[in-house]
């Protein structure tokens, strides 16, 4: 993000002239080539919803479109007027990605974020609860406020290679995700740390809110931590950290002295190396949700889809809007969860009904889009299951949690 303030943003008023306000983004699709360098393929045709903030509010203002051209005007005039209802336009983009994996001439949200960015550097008041986010990041090293360290990682050593870094929705709400990654490692013959007491937030919701110096902190002390700690390789299960670890540290701090994996690409290569067999039938029909942050930003497809399909008696039936083409859970990078909690849930709800007609057991790869639905599915009494990709492993594997 940094980066892009550097490179992209001294051009962004002279490309966004480019933007012809083809709806392809939110409504047609990318039909016409001027999104593309050329005539995307057939197959190559998404969704009729693609936009979420656009689908529930239904105006222009709330799209990529739209916030392109805020963010013109605002870069434009310095004294531009920052009010509620401008925020609200602004910090309503769930951060899906949708928009920029059509419109790949523009990248519109990368504009999005470069005007959160400038928003928070002139000082405007974000939605309720963001700076109080900000501020248990910064007292309490993770989003919740939290002090005492969850009691999943205490039997962990604090040294080694294969560091997993859990992540604040794991450490503070899933024991079970953290419990289940560790022992399939562990019953795969690997040896794994995590950083204990050292761990702090990666900083994706400062960064994908605009506050960048927070997320660069953040950086800062987790890849001092990560040396100290002595890692070779960083293993996480949320497509949050992935995103932040993987893209984000390095276009702050550069290359990182160590490598960055999601515990689905962990896993598919250790089924590669039989070093991870399934011992237990699972009789499932599942489909697989793939998070924004491991697909479309990560492109992180394959590999989920692989372990599922290792699991003896697992069924694979895909969503209608699946891949490239996946819609949000809710989360919204964790402002429109907090943010917007009305919008929130109408976009679970969509996913979660979309799910339901697919299988009868929504299995993800991040511990976000974990915690949103499977909070939904409860509150709404569903008869949903919704698992994480790490206890379904862990169950297969006859491991019990
Ligand atoms: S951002 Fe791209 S897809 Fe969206 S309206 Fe503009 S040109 Fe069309
Ligand atoms: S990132 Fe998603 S919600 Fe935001 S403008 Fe693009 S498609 Fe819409």
Not at 311 to 335: D, F, H, T
Not at 350 to 366: P, S
């Amino acid at each position: 993000m940094k980066e892009l303030k550097k490179t992209n943003l001294k051009d962004f008023k002279e490309s966004w002239t480019f933007c012809l306000h083809c709806a392809g983004c939110y409504y047609r699709g990318p039909n016409i080539p001027h999104n593309w360098l050329e005539l995307p393929p057939p197959e190559w045709s998404p969704p009729q919803r693609k936009c979420p903030s656009f689908e529930y509010y239904y105006f222009r203002a709330y799209t990529a479109s739209g916030r392109g051209n805020l963010a013109a005007v605002v870069f434009d005039d310095n004294d531009f007027p920052i009010t509620d209802d401008l925020i609200k336009v602004v910090y309503t983009c769930t951060s899906c990605g949708m928009c920029s994996e059509i419109c790949r001439q523009f990248q519109p949200l990368t504009a999005i974020w470069a005007l959160r960015e400038e928003l928070v550097q002139r000082g405007a008041k974000l939605p309720e609860p963001l700076d109080r986010i900000h501020a248990n990041i910064e007292k309490s090293g993770n989003i919740f406020g939290a002090r005492r360290q969850p009691k999943a990682l205490e039997e962990i050593p604090t040294t080694g290679e294969n560091i997993y870094f859990a992540g604040c929705t794991a450490r503070f709400q899933q024991p079970e995700v953290i419990k289940a990654t560790v022992e399939v490692l562990k019953t795969a013959g690997m040896d794994v740390a995590c950083l204990g007491d050292a761990e702090r937030c990666c900083g994706f919701v400062a960064g994908h809110d605009g506050n960048t110096a927070l997320l660069e902190q953040q950086a800062t002390e987790n890849i001092a931590a990560f040396k100290k700690a002595g890692a070779k390789r960083v293993i996480v299960s949320c497509a949050d950290c992935y995103k932040t670890l993987k893209i984000d540290y390095p276009l702050i701090l550069g290359e990182l002295p160590f490598e960055v994996v999601h515990v689905a690409e962990l896993f598919a290569k250790l089924i590669d190396e039989k070093k991870i067999r399934f011992t237990h039938e699972v009789k499932k029909g599942v489909t697989y949700h793939d998070p924004c942050f491991l697909g479309r930003h990560g492109k992180v497809y394959d590999e989920p889809r692989k372990v599922l399909e290792s699991i003896p008696g697992i069924k694979l039936i895909e969503m209608e809007r699946s891949r490239r083409w996946s819609y949000c859970c809710g989360s919204g990078a964790k402002v429109i969860s907090n943010c917007y909690p009305e919008f929130s849930t109408a976009i679970t709800k969509e996913r979660l009904v979309e799910g339901k007609q697919a299988a009868d057991t929504i299995v993800t790869a991040c511990t976000s889009c974990f915690n949103i639905m499977d909070k939904a599915v409860r509150k709404q009494g569903m008869e949903l299951e919704v698992c994480d990709l790490s206890t379904l492993v862990a169950e297969a594997m006859g491991i019990e949690l």
